[in-house]
């Protein structure tokens, strides 16, 4: 944790604000005044992968809908942060750091159904996009997913309205 501040004052940021000028795009400080900031702290990461995780929510008023598509009494939202749960395979070996967050996403989503694991239960996922939380599955789509012979760093490649059920 530093100050915002300090991290913006940083020559590694402002080689990073260079960089992103010279490509074109325009740093969100170029357009915002983000001075307000500058007393916050703010979380440093070396790498994007270090910054990846996930996040698991209760599901709020707006996703209620969604919980019509399980069976299992607890639904919850599950967000990669920073990275995703589809990786593409086949990856080139010089575009294989791209993927480094999704691969580390995936990878603490094994660990968490690993470590909540109950013989005989199993664990049930549903993507779609948001608004259409109550829309049909698409049922031709639906898998199973043995956890024990998964290899999560290869990614889940959930698609639009897939049920997937995780054994």
Same mark, same amino acid.
């Given at each position: ?20 000028r ?6 969100i400080?170029?357009i ?17 992968e ?23 009494? &607890?639904?919850?939202?599950? $967000?990669?942060d920073? =990275?995703?749960?589809?990786? !593409? ?7 294989? #750091? ?12 094994g ?9 005989g239960? &199993?664990?049930?996922?549903? $993507?779609?996009?948001? =608004?259409?939380?109550?829309? !049909? ?7 199973? #997913? ?6 999560w ?11 997937i059920?995780?054994?």
């Amino acid at each position: 944790m530093k100050p915002y501040r300090e991290v913006v004052a940083s020559p590694e940021h402002q080689l990073k604000q260079e960089e992103l000028r010279q490509s074109g795009r325009i740093p969100i400080g170029d357009i915002v005044d983000l001075s307000h900031l500058n007393d916050k702290l703010v979380m440093v990461f070396e790498t994007e992968e270090d910054a990846a995780g996930i996040m698991v929510q209760e599901l709020d008023t707006y996703r209620e809908a969604v919980r019509y598509h399980f069976k299992q009494p &607890y639904v919850y939202q599950i $967000t990669a942060d920073g =990275g995703g749960f589809e990786i !593409p395979a086949n990856v080139p070996e010089e575009l294989a #750091v791209n993927f480094l967050p999704a691969r580390k996403c995936c990878r603490l989503l094994g660990e968490l159904l690993q470590e909540h694991t109950v013989s005989g239960e &199993y664990f049930e996922f549903y $993507t779609c996009w948001a =608004g259409e939380e109550d829309w !049909p599955r698409a049922n031709k789509l639906d898998r199973d #997913v043995y956890l024990a012979s998964f290899v999560w760093e290869e990614g889940l490649q959930p698609q639009e309205k897939q049920y997937i059920r995780i054994f």
